[in-house]
């Protein structure tokens, strides 16, 4: 089991870097991916986890726990924005990705990113903002929808693995880790 999910951690960490670099504006959009942990993943870890379990700030806690919350809505936003779509496009779609993870987020919106600009370039002003109201919003939920049971699988094999891991060598946990943080903060 162990090996599994090291090797399933391996190709998905490679799959992003295939992604970054070979994918249509693939560098671009992890950089929306990477805003998007930061405004919603960062703010999480010190007001919640700090301020809030620390100190025991019950206002900063629920600051923390908002924006945790949203990581899939921020980067259904950020991404499309980081590949040029209209800023109030971005939001239109975006928020529809409400109760959806990051990678989910992610996904729908790199992938909602072409059909709504090609949308700008072939309807005309105005008449944009229905069609993109009537198909891009469900469009992007219906992305972030099929993604996700696939994506929340991925994601728990992984950790079962780092768990298991931790309880039966925490010397490979390390090593296991320690490959993850260097290629994660490398790319």
Request: charged share 5%; proline share 5%; hydrophobic share 55%.
């Amino acid at each position: 089991q162990i090996l599994f999910g090291t090797l399933l951690l391996l190709l998905v960490l490679g799959g992003f870097t295939l992604f970054s670099y070979k994918a249509p504006h693939g560098m671009k959009a992890m950089g929306g991916l990477a805003n998007a942990a930061c405004a919603s993943f960062l703010v999480e870890a010190f007001h919640l986890a700090f301020f809030g379990d620390v100190f025991q700030i019950p206002f900063l806690a629920q600051v923390g726990a908002s924006n945790g919350s949203l990581g899939g809505v921020a980067a259904a936003i950020l991404v499309p924005l980081a590949l040029g779509v209209s800023p109030v496009y971005a939001v239109l779609t975006g928020l529809a990705c409400s109760g959806f993870g990051i990678l989910p987020g992610f996904i729908a919106g790199y992938l909602g990113s072409f059909v709504i600009k090609f949308l700008e370039k072939k309807i005309p002003a105005g008449l944009d903002l229905i069609v993109i109201i009537v198909l891009g919003a469900p469009l992007v939920r219906g992305i972030a929808a099929i993604s996700n049971p696939l994506v929340e699988t991925t994601l728990q094999n992984i950790g079962g693995v780092i768990t298991a891991t931790s309880t039966a060598s925490p010397i490979m946990m390390g090593i296991i880790l320690g490959g993850i943080v260097t290629v994660v903060a490398t790319a």
